[in-house]
């Protein structure tokens, strides 16, 4: 007897089947800001931002590409780059294995997308960075990808978005991945020559050699509120210099008072704060 034929004549003799208690995966997400428990819907139609308190919860490449662009990425850039492992690195885990590991989980072949794309009817090149893949670190795939991503802004004449959200250097490539801290900012000084706009997006998080590199050389930097930002964390820097640190102090709005950064802009309304400085910088750029 097939089992399926077993349940149903147990149910006719009234034995009773459990209730289903659970709900299906992720119906329901707890808000990591004020702990509410928010319908998955809710927070979709949001944009993952949190409907009773703001927080905005972290979202992947893709997500983000859908909520800033009109349409998607159109013509990927260096899609098919991917890492190799020129100093045979290991620590827990080898270098390799760690980047297999993190592209099957991830769907992704490393912590960047690129692409050209329109915002708000204005066309730009755009890379955004995916936390999901090994901490959003900036690897020698990362660095290529983000220059190639200004070298198209150049070559086509059209602004240059990035996306950033990361833990900083990739450990694993060693001196290779510091190089891309030179490569990146070495291109987003020849936007600067060419006067073409370059507008630098920070999400929750954006330290060390990702923010001491490109994300923070834009021509306007725009942060999404409650981001932790900085170089080094709160606690390597105390124990370093041995004092209290201001409170906040690694925040996008401690770095807008600061003047470390131009905006903060909701994620709600960042396409079209983006559109709008797009057309505004392009128009800008055209008349000089
Ligand atoms: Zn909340």
Same mark, same amino acid.
């Given at each position: ?55 905005? &919860?972290?979202?992947?490449?893709? $997500?983000? #590409? @859908?909520?800033?662009?009109? !349409? +998607? =990425? *159109?013509?990927? %850039? ?59 670190? &900036?690897?020698?795939?990362?660095? $290529?990808? #983000? @220059?190639?991503?200004?070298? !198209? +802004? =150049? *070559?086509?004449? %059209? ?130």
């Amino acid at each position: 007897m097939d089992p399926k034929s077993w349940l149903r004549k147990a149910i006719g003799r009234g034995v009773k089947t459990p209730k289903r208690k659970a709900l299906p995966d992720g119906v329901w997400i707890k808000c990591d800001g004020c702990a509410a428990i928010v319908y998955r819907n809710e927070l979709v139609r949001n944009l993952w931002v949190c409907p009773r308190c703001d927080h905005h &919860m972290k979202v992947g490449a893709a $997500e983000y #590409v @859908a909520l800033l662009t009109d !349409e +998607g =990425l *159109d013509l990927e %850039i260096a899609a098919d780059l991917v890492s190799v492992d020129p100093l045979k690195f290991k620590d827990s885990k080898s270098y390799k294995d760690r980047i297999k590991a993190a592209t099957e989980k991830s769907g992704l072949r490393d912590a960047i997308v690129a692409g050209r794309a329109s915002i708000d009817v204005s066309e730009c090149a755009l890379a955004v960075m995916d936390f999901g893949f090994i901490g959003g670190s &900036m690897g020698s795939v990362v660095g $290529e990808k #983000v @220059a190639r991503t200004m070298r !198209e +802004g =150049l *070559d086509r004449g %059209i602004p240059v978005i990035t996306v950033a959200r990361s833990g900083g250097a990739r450990m694993q490539e060693g001196i290779l991945s510091l190089m891309q801290m030179a490569k990146t900012a070495a291109m987003a000084a020849r936007l600067r020559e060419a006067r073409i706009p370059y507008i630098s997006i920070l999400t929750d998080p954006t330290t060390a050699g990702v923010m001491a590199s490109y994300a923070s050389l834009g021509d306007v930097i725009i942060s999404e509120p409650g981001a932790l930002l900085g170089f080094a964390g709160p606690r390597v820097i105390r124990d370093t210099i041995k004092q209290e640190l201001p409170e906040g102090f690694q925040s996008s709005e401690f770095f807008l008072e600061h003047g470390m950064i131009d905006m903060i802009v909701p994620r709600t309304e960042m396409r079209t704060t983006v559109g709008r400085l797009l057309r505004h910088l392009t128009l800008e750029s055209a008349k000089k």
